[in-house]
């Protein structure tokens, strides 16, 4: 016999709270509380808990939270979009998908506090490519197309090339249903409430959307904006590979042109590449269909360029800054671990927003969960069959 929602103690609702954050349904999290907690708690009775428990996680219950918020050597903050299923609410048994087929973008964001390498003098630490983007198997997970059958560089074992870069020290996160128009006020509020505009050394490291850029215009202009070099792979990589006949050759085209680019030559690819399209009669301001052989290079010009102030990547490892967005899209992965699935809709909006802030709370390292938790007024968790002011 399951328990009665009254007797949800606050140290089970904390650990209903933390499951359902961590495993993938709330059937499973209920499985979970019986047999190593030895709780009978229904799924519905989790689900109601977990999405109370998200909802309460605003802006306004998190403000002064920490007591130990300092002023970080570095601050980077980052941002990306994911992708969950939705459904609307309200129409009984069965998924009825709102949207196009129930996929919604969701916003992701994190923040994070990080020290500083060693100075080493002003001189950039790393002006050779790093090994990791020079060899043809990484390489082609990255752009998760095959790669060519090359042998690797000679110092690919003896010698290899990275970059280091700042060490993260603590990371909040943020996840939300709502628009960029939305989404980047509260990323500035977590920003100063981490007092990261305080920071000496402060970076916006971001893809190629629009909307990224947009957010660091409206809301963080003093951060250095850097372009997540990761992104500017596929784009050099897929253009390199289209203009040559034969794999290899495409290949070491990829390597000159990509060495540019770390080293701050993106003027000079730019140069080649759009001479590249004129040889070709393409029209770099002109549209190609999809199915055309020469889109990549095209596509790739037009990255580049609009991207091209974001991409001084010496200077940026001179600073000590990070040059890859990869935690952020590491971070996305986390939290598509726990929203996105096969036949895993949620409840728009709410339902959906509430499993996206709990699960932010979980993977923030500032305890923020805990702290929540631990102050919340309690809260019956009863599920009334007549409005409150029925008379």
Not at 126 to 137: E, G, V
Not at 217 to 230: A, E, M
Not at 290 to 308: I, S, T
Not at 377 to 387: D, E, Q
Request: proline share 7%.
């Amino acid at each position: 016999m399951g328990l009665d929602s009254r007797e949800i103690t606050p140290e089970l609702t904390s650990a209903i709270a933390f499951l359902a954050s961590e495993i993938r349904s709330f059937g499973r999290t209920a499985v979970a509380l019986r047999r190593m907690l030895k709780q009978g708690v229904s799924t519905s009775t989790v689900r109601r808990i977990a999405e109370e428990v998200g909802l309460e996680l605003t802006e306004e219950a998190l403000d002064g939270g920490d007591p130990e918020v300092v002023v970080p050597q570095a601050a980077v903050v980052s941002c990306d979009g994911g992708r969950i299923r939705t459904r609307q609410p309200g129409h009984g048994r069965g998924v009825h998908p709102s949207g196009e087929n129930g996929w919604r973008e969701t916003k992701n964001a994190s923040l994070e506090r990080m020290t500083l390498p060693d100075p080493g003098g002003g001189e950039d630490p790393c002006p050779d490519l790093p090994t990791t983007f020079r060899t043809a198997a990484r390489v082609a997970k990255i752009t998760e197309k095959p790669g060519p059958n090359v042998d690797p560089p000679p110092d690919a074992e003896t010698q290899r090339v990275r970059y280091a870069g700042p060490q993260r020290l603590l990371r909040t996160v943020l996840a939300s249903m709502a628009s960029s128009e939305d989404f980047g006020p509260m990323m500035e509020r977590e920003a100063r409430r981490r007092r990261f505009f305080e920071s000496p050394r402060r970076a916006f490291v971001g893809d190629g959307l629009p909307w990224n850029w947009t957010i660091w215009r409206k809301h963080f202009r003093s951060f250095v904006p850097i372009l997540d070099f990761i992104h500017a792979i596929h784009y050099v990589f897929n253009a390199a590979m289209c203009l040559a006949s034969e794999a290899a050759d495409g290949w070491h085209a990829y390597v000159r042109s990509i060495t540019l680019c770390w080293q701050g030559h993106v003027d000079e690819v730019i140069r080649e590449w759009t001479d590249a399209c004129r040889h070709r009669g393409i029209d770099v301001e002109g549209k190609l269909p999809d199915d055309d052989p020469h889109k990549a290079l095209l596509d790739a010009v037009r990255y580049l360029k609009n991207n091209r102030s974001r991409m001084d990547y010496p200077r940026y490892r001179r600073l000590g800054l990070p040059v890859t967005s990869s935690p952020m899209e590491s971070l996305v992965k986390q939290i598509n671990l726990r929203v996105k699935g096969t036949e895993m809709f949620w409840d728009d909006p709410d339902g959906a927003e509430a499993i996206l802030r709990l699960r932010a709370a979980s993977l923030s390292d500032d305890g923020r969960l805990d702290r929540h938790l631990a102050t919340r007024p309690g809260c019956p968790f009863v599920r009334r069959t007549t409005p409150a002011n029925a008379t």
